[in-house]
């Protein structure tokens, strides 16, 4: 694969991409702006074992800053770009849309201008299932409609699919876009629902449900998300756009029951009202990827949150 800049590297999906690279054996560029919506330390936690591989640098700066990826491209002989650095998050992208707007397009643009110059070949864009909204068509497949967006977040990263198909058309830019259905697991963000609900059953709290708790996800475990990425590396040629996701459905109130299991606690349920901007149901058709990249994913529901709570515990020693 040569040299990868991973953008987002130290985050949730971000640092344990890079942990699989160096341990394959690749050059790993991790670049991190340690946005303040969560610790710098967690952060920098998730990286803490790559930090004395000789493979592995850390740059940290912002994707918007011309003269930043100027030196890091013009220091690097960069073969591709895994860019996962985003302002994330459906509810607060209702409250800052212009900032979602400026770091998700813009800084997506200001970096596939900066591969173009460096000549860069290969570029996978980390989408979203957002941006399918609130389809009626389940399984979503790839070609499903995406023109009705409901959040900010997923009209930027909307956005950056077509600026990322401009690249290509205009500069023969191989590209993948690669669509995350709810990615969990270790390292999980504090505010995203499994981390959130492990820690307020774990703690006694009260676990806000939005809805009935009839609402419906495709939970993907991270493991699965990093293959799907280094296929995509492998095997995209021109510019494809695949599903990552598990293509199982699971209730907003099984998720809760799967979490009171691994925990061995129950769950204070608070039912508030629906919220703007999330959608009812998300399931991945994974034909497209099966197909092309060979992704199937491994592990369920059941595992995966065993597996996170069991991460949960070791970090609330910390």
Same mark, same amino acid.
């Given at each position: 694969? #040569?040299?990868?800049?991973?953008?987002?590297?130290?985050?949730?999906? #971000?640092?344990?991409?890079?942990?699989?690279?160096?341990?394959?054996?690749?050059?790993v560029?991790?670049?991190?702006?340690?946005? &303040?919506?969560? &610790?710098?330390?967690?952060?920098?936690?998730?990286?803490?074992?790559? @930090?004395?591989?000789e =493979?592995?640098?850390?740059?940290?700066?912002?994707?918007?800053?011309?003269?930043?990826?100027?030196?890091?491209?013009?220091?690097?002989?960069?073969?591709?770009?895994?860019?996962? =650095?985003?302002? =994330?998050g459906?509810?607060?992208?209702?409250?800052?849309?212009?900032l979602?707007?400026?770091?998700?397009?813009?800084?997506?643009?200001?970096? $596939?201008?900066?591969?173009?110059? +460096?000549?860069? @070949?290969?570029?996978v864009?980390?989408?979203?299932?957002?941006?399918?909204?609130?389809?009626?068509?389940?399984?979503?497949?790839?070609t499903?409609?995406?023109?009705?967006?409901? &959040?900010?977040?997923?009209?930027? @990263?909307?956005?950056?699919?077509? $600026?990322?198909?401009?690249?290509?058309?205009?500069?023969?830019?191989?590209?993948?876009?690669?669509? +995350?259905?709810?990615?969990?697991?270790?390292?999980?963000?504090?505010?995203?629902?499994?981390?959130?609900?492990?820690?307020?059953?774990?703690?006694?709290?009260?676990?806000?449900?939005?809805?009935?708790?009839?609402?419906?996800?495709?939970?993907?475990?991270?493991?699965?998300?990093?293959?799907?990425?280094? =296929?995509?590396?492998?095997?995209?040629r021109?510019?494809?756009?695949?599903?990552?996701?598990? &293509?199982?459905?699971?209730?907003?109130?099984?998720?809760?029951?799967?979490?009171e299991?691994?925990?061995?606690?129950?769950?204070?349920?608070?039912?508030?009202?629906?919220?703007?901007?999330?959608?009812?149901?998300?399931?991945?058709?994974?034909?497209?990827?099966?197909?092309?990249? #060979?992704?199937?994913?491994?592990?369920?529901?059941?595992? #995966?949150?065993?597996?996170?709570?069991?991460?949960?515990?070791?970090?609330?020693?910390v």
């Amino acid at each position: 694969m #040569g040299t990868i800049l991973v953008t987002g590297g130290a985050g949730f999906i #971000g640092s344990h991409l890079c942990e699989r690279l160096v341990r394959e054996g690749q050059e790993v560029i991790c670049l991190d702006v340690f946005d &303040s919506f969560y &610790s710098k330390q967690a952060k920098l936690r998730n990286i803490a074992s790559m @930090k004395e591989a000789e =493979a592995f640098h850390l740059y940290e700066g912002d994707i918007r800053d011309p003269a930043l990826l100027e030196d890091l491209f013009g220091h690097h002989a960069v073969d591709a770009v895994v860019h996962l =650095a985003a302002k =994330a998050g459906v509810r607060p992208s209702l409250e800052v849309p212009r900032l979602y707007t400026d770091v998700n397009v813009t800084g997506t643009a200001t970096l $596939l201008e900066h591969a173009r110059l +460096f000549k860069v @070949k290969r570029f996978v864009f980390g989408s979203s299932s957002s941006v399918y909204g609130n389809s009626d068509e389940v399984p979503l497949p790839e070609t499903a409609s995406t023109n009705q967006p409901v &959040s900010p977040y997923a009209a930027s @990263k909307r956005a950056g699919e077509l $600026l990322a198909y401009t690249y290509h058309h205009l500069y023969g830019m191989d590209v993948a876009c690669l669509r +995350f259905f709810t990615v969990y697991g270790p390292r999980q963000r504090p505010e995203m629902a499994i981390h959130k609900f492990t820690r307020l059953i774990d703690q006694g709290e009260g676990v806000s449900l939005f809805g009935d708790g009839s609402s419906s996800r495709d939970y993907t475990y991270v493991d699965d998300i990093v293959s799907g990425i280094l =296929a995509s590396l492998d095997r995209t040629r021109g510019y494809q756009v695949f599903n990552l996701g598990r &293509s199982e459905v699971v209730r907003l109130k099984d998720l809760v029951a799967h979490i009171e299991a691994a925990l061995g606690k129950q769950a204070k349920m608070v039912y508030q009202s629906e919220q703007p901007g999330d959608v009812r149901r998300t399931c991945a058709d994974l034909t497209h990827s099966r197909r092309t990249l #060979g992704y199937e994913p491994k592990i369920g529901i059941q595992e #995966g949150i065993r597996r996170f709570v069991e991460w949960y515990r070791t970090q609330a020693r910390v």
